[in-house]
C-alpha cells in the first residue's frame, strides 16, 4: 500500500529549525497537536501526554482508519485477538495504535475488549470459522481470517474452545510460536483474492498486506506498508537489467508497489490492474507498469525461511 501523500518519514527534521524535536511517522507514533503517547515526550510537541490503556480486537476484520469516520478509506485492517493501546476514546471511536505492526488510527470503541488475553494459537489456514458449540453445522459465529491470535481454555479430538468463548477446528489452528516454512506459498493461496486498498484478509486485501501477512506466517516481523517494508525487509540486490538471476521469496518494489517472486520469473502480488492477487512474469509487470511512469526501485532479498511447521489445510 502506498503511504498517504506528504507523511512525513521517521527521523525527518522539523521544520523549527536546529535543536527541535524529531517529526516522527504519524502513521507509526501516536501524536497529534492536542494529544500524545507518554513516551514521546520530548520527541514531540503536544498540548497533553497520556499512558495508553491495553484492549484486545473481538471483531473478525476491524478497518483502521486515519480519520473517525466510517466512510474513510482504510488505513489497514487489524483482526481477531490483536492488542492495541488507546489513547483516547470520544463518540464512539478509539484512537490506538495496533501492538503487531505499530500502525496509529481509529477504530469503533465497542470492537475492542478491556478483556485482554494472551494467546495461545493462532489461526494458520487461510480462514476459518468460530462456532457456539463444537459442531461444524452449527451456525458459526464469525469468520477468522489467517493469523487471528486465539487463547484456548481447552483442547479436544477435533476442536479447542477459546477461553472468551466459541470453538475453532483444532485443523486450522496452530501454536502460537509455529511458522509456516514457506511465505512465497501463503502469498499464492491468496490467489484471486479481490484487490482491497488497505486490506489484510482473504476477504480483499492490498499488496503490502499481502506481504505482511505471507511473512508473519513465516515467522518474520513485517511494517505495513511497501515504503517502510522497502526500508526495513531483507538486503538490496541489485536490479538485473535482464531481470534474471532472481530467487523465490525475493520482494521486488515499484514506488508505492510491491510484490514477492515465485521463482525466477513469476511474481505473485495484489494489484489495481487484476483487481485481485495474481501471477504474472516478472517482465510483463513492469513493462505494464513502466507505461504507468514507474520502475523497479529496488529488489531486496529475505534471509532464511523460519524453522517449518506442518502444511496449513
Not at 487489524?78 to 471511536?93: D, H, K, P, Q, S
Not at 459442531?135 to 477459546?162: C, V, Y
Not at 475453532?168 to 501454536?175: A, D, M, S, T
Not at 501463503?186 to 476477504?203: D, H, K, M, S, V
Request: aromatic share 6%.
Amino acid at each position: 500500500m502506498c503511504p498517504p501523500p506528504n507523511t512525513p518519514r521517521i527521523g525527518a527534521n522539523d521544520d523549527a529549525g536546529a535543536g527541535a524535536p524529531l517529526q516522527l511517522d504519524p502513521r507509526l507514533h501516536v501524536y497529534r497537536d492536542d494529544l500524545a503517547a507518554a513516551e514521546l515526550k520530548g520527541r514531540v510537541r503536544s498540548q497533553r501526554f497520556v499512558v495508553g490503556e491495553a484492549r484486545q480486537v473481538v471483531q473478525s476484520a476491524l478497518p483502521l482508519r486515519g480519520i473517525p469516520d466510517s466512510k474513510a478509506s482504510y488505513a489497514t485492517e487489524l483482526i481477531f485477538g490483536e492488542r492495541v493501546m488507546v489513547y483516547e476514546t470520544r463518540e464512539g471511536w478509539a484512537w490506538v495504535q495496533s501492538q503487531r505492526d505499530r500502525y496509529v488510527g481509529y477504530v469503533p470503541t465497542a470492537a475492542l475488549s478491556r478483556t485482554v488475553v494472551a494467546p495461545t494459537h493462532k489461526v494458520r489456514a487461510l480462514g476459518t470459522f468460530l462456532y457456539p458449540a463444537p459442531d461444524i453445522k452449527t451456525a458459526p459465529l464469525m469468520h477468522l481470517s489467517i493469523g487471528s491470535e486465539l487463547a484456548m481454555a481447552e483442547t479436544g479430538e477435533s476442536f479447542s474452545r477459546l477461553i472468551k468463548g466459541g470453538y475453532v477446528v483444532n485443523r486450522h489452528i496452530v501454536e502460537i510460536d509455529r511458522h509456516h516454512r514457506d511465505y512465497v506459498e501463503i502469498a499464492e493461496r491468496f490467489i484471486g483474492t479481490p484487490y482491497l486498498w488497505g486490506g489484510r484478509t482473504r476477504l480483499g486485501i492490498d499488496c503490502s498486506g499481502l506481504v505482511q501477512v505471507s511473512l508473519e506466517a513465516a515467522g518474520f516481523a513485517a511494517p505495513r506498508d511497501s515504503d517502510m517494508q522497502q526500508s526495513a525487509l531483507g538486503d538490496p540486490i541489485a536490479v538485473p537489467s535482464d531481470l534474471e538471476g532472481l530467487r523465490r521469496g525475493d520482494l521486488v518494489f515499484w514506488k508505492g508497489h510491491v510484490g514477492l517472486m515465485v521463482d525466477g520469473l513469476m511474481l505473485v502480488h495484489a494489484n489495481a490492474h487484476h483487481m485481485a492477487v495474481a501471477v504474472e512474469t516478472l517482465p510483463e509487470a513492469v513493462g505494464r507498469i513502466a507505461r504507468s511512469g514507474s520502475s523497479i526501485v529496488t529488489i531486496r532479498r529475505m534471509p532464511a525461511l523460519a524453522a517449518p511447521m506442518p502444511p496449513t489445510v
